[in-house]
């Protein structure tokens, strides 16, 4: 038992994980979690679970790595030899503009049920990155661990009522109907790329690590209760992941109107779908929860790109010392202005780029996955965790080269 010094210390430490989580739960939960659910039924559901268990030590090896070398992944890297650095920035700054206008434009879609007099999503985009960049530039991680506390219990406890709701109403797919099968060559491409941001991408590890490095500077955390707060946020994602496919297949699945598979139109789907199978009273209630979940990813993106885009360019330059307090507000700035340029110039190609970036995000990850671990080799990993994360080397890195040669040979 905790005594009260423990507990409090233990809640003072909460952050970092749950920071993760709200990252998590925006396009990989409510477009590829539901998507799952609604093409295939709960077909996928092991798969999605297995994935998130398969990816689990790669994460936390990150976390673990930084309460006992109180350094971020992202110096581990250059410890490694700056070639690993130049990779991981490279990769890095590609998610980060890419992720970003993704983000923006599905949480500006569903703004959209709430803003009055059906303005155009560049104005919501243009509003958006200005409430969150006004967050985010007026405190910084303080505000972001604080919001994402109030963020996550929000949105776990409206996910499950309308789970529960969905689960009372019962499945909408028709008693004979056959699910198709997503177990065929020409269904890989979206498997990849459901896995390859499930829970998050892999470089949300380094991004992860500079927001406990944030909160070690805000108080102390010890090594369990480090851990406690990672594993609190991971499970948070994971069993969320496992809600909106539960939401997919009760409320979508096999029903006549297709599915859409750009993340905008989906979400607004998915609520004119909700709506329409329980009543219209729910719409806004379905609405709020997908905004929700949008909202706390971009916050999260926005302020997680930056840090390590920040962090990795000052140690490539070789500078002595932390960087300078102001070069974290600016490429915060960079950043949102690189995510709304492409969606002010590329916004009919934003779907098949965010499609190249989960795939990639997959592709990389048996990359990063290596670093990460090797990273703590020698710092008493357990038994059982080293042979899953083998088993995890070995699934994830096979799955790789099964997409590759299907791309190259065989679609």
Same mark, same amino acid.
């Given at each position: ?92 700054? #590609? ?20 803003? $009055? ?56 797919? $028709? ?6 099968? $997503? ?15 499930? $829970?998050?991408?892999?470089?949300? =590890?380094? #991004? ?11 108080? =102390? ?152 671990? =090797? ?37």
């Amino acid at each position: 038992m905790m005594d009260k010094t423990q507990r409090i210390n233990r809640w003072r430490a909460l952050g970092p994980g749950l920071v993760m989580a709200s990252a998590a739960v925006g396009a990989s939960h409510l477009v590829a979690s539901t998507q799952s659910g609604a093409l295939f039924g709960w077909q996928l559901l092991w798969l999605i679970v297995l994935v998130n268990i398969l990816k689990y030590p790669f994460f936390r090896f990150g976390v673990q790595y930084t309460l006992s070398r109180n350094e971020s992944l992202i110096e581990g890297y250059q410890r490694k030899g700056k070639g690993w650095l130049v990779a991981f920035t490279v990769l890095n700054l #590609i998610a980060a503009v890419v992720n970003t206008a993704g983000v923006l434009l599905l949480t500006a879609s569903l703004l959209q049920y709430f803003v $009055p007099g059906n303005p155009s999503l560049t104005v919501l985009c243009v509003l958006l990155l200005a409430v969150c960049l006004t967050i985010l530039l007026a405190g910084h991680y303080r505000l972001l661990d604080g919001l994402s506390r109030l963020l996550m219990l929000t949105l776990t406890v409206c996910t499950f009522i309308a789970l529960f709701i969905a689960w009372r109403n019962g499945p909408m797919a $028709p008693a004979d109907f056959v699910s198709p099968s $997503p177990w065929q060559l020409s269904m890989l491409a979206f498997i990849v790329a459901t896995m390859g941001w499930m $829970p998050v991408p892999i470089e949300l =590890s380094a #991004i992860n690590s500079m927001w406990l490095r944030s909160k070690q500077k805000l108080t =102390s955390v010890s090594a369990s209760d480090g851990l406690f707060d990672f594993n609190l946020g991971y499970a948070v994602a994971v069993v969320l992941a496992v809600a909106f496919v539960s939401l997919g297949a009760l409320l979508q699945h096999g029903t006549e109107q297709p599915i859409a598979m750009a993340g905008a139109a989906f979400a607004q789907q998915l609520v004119a779908m909700y709506a329409g199978t329980i009543g219209e009273w729910a719409r806004l209630f379905i609405a709020f929860i997908a905004f929700m979940c949008m909202f706390g990813t971009t916050l999260a993106v926005l302020d997680g790109y930056a840090r390590t885009l920040n962090e990795s360019f000052h140690l490539l330059r070789n500078k002595e010392g932390a960087p300078k307090p102001g070069a974290l507000t600016a490429w915060t700035l960079v950043q949102a202005s690189s995510g709304m340029a492409i969606i002010l110039f590329f916004q009919t190609a934003l779907s098949p780029m965010l499609t190249f970036a989960m795939t990639l995000a997959f592709l990389t990850t048996p990359f990063f996955a290596w670093l990460n671990f =090797s990273l703590v080799r020698g710092m008493g990993i357990s038994k059982g965790m080293n042979a899953l994360a083998w088993v995890g080397m070995v699934y994830l890195s096979a799955f790789s080269v099964l997409y590759l040669l299907w791309y190259l040979f065989w679609r």
